[in-house]
């Protein structure tokens, strides 16, 4: 019950946490524009956050530097699962213009996996938006499969007598 609430709820409001991964803000720029009022990103209930547990969806932009692929790392580990990662820009996806350069890692899935992947140099707002659309559809399918070990360890501790710790707010 609280987790359908929750998997409800997670799709009508996710929280997007933005890195920029040594992008030249080309993409960063047109994140902020997808949020302004002329295409209101927040109108699918997505909002901008600055902290990585309470997250949803990872946007990330730029090639990946070297200098900033730790901290990529870091970030994807603290957010909490279910999660979604989203390359926005065509250096996120491949490198772009930087592939191959000495500084430059040619994209994130060698570090993280990537669930959509958004092409562009830079994407065009109505991109971004159509990418997070998607992303909420993948969020809710990984929710469900989430939740449903937890289900099922509910009915295995039930049939064999033991405590179930999955539905004890429920219960109370
Ligand atoms: S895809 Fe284009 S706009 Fe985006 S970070 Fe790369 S060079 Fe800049």
Partial sequence: MIA???????????????????SCNGCDIEILASLAP?????????????????SDIFLVTGPVT????ERLVELYTQIPEPKVVVACGSCTCTGGVFRGMYGSEDGIDRYIPVDVYIGGCAP???Q??????QALEI??????NVEQPKKLMGKISERDGGIDKTNMAGKL
């Fill in 128 to 133: 971004i938006i159509d990418g997070l659309v």
């Fill in 139 to 144: 969020l809710e399918k990984k929710s469900k």
């Fill in 38 to 54: 002329k295409y209101d990103l927040e109108r699918l209930g997505i909002r901008n956050t600055g902290n990585p547990k309470q």
């Fill in 4 to 22: 359908e609430f929750l998997r409800r709820f997670r799709k009508k409001s996710p929280w997007v946490l933005h890195y920029n991964a040594g």
């Fill in 124 to 126: 065009h707002p109505e």
């Fill in 66 to 69: 070297q200098r900033s692929r």
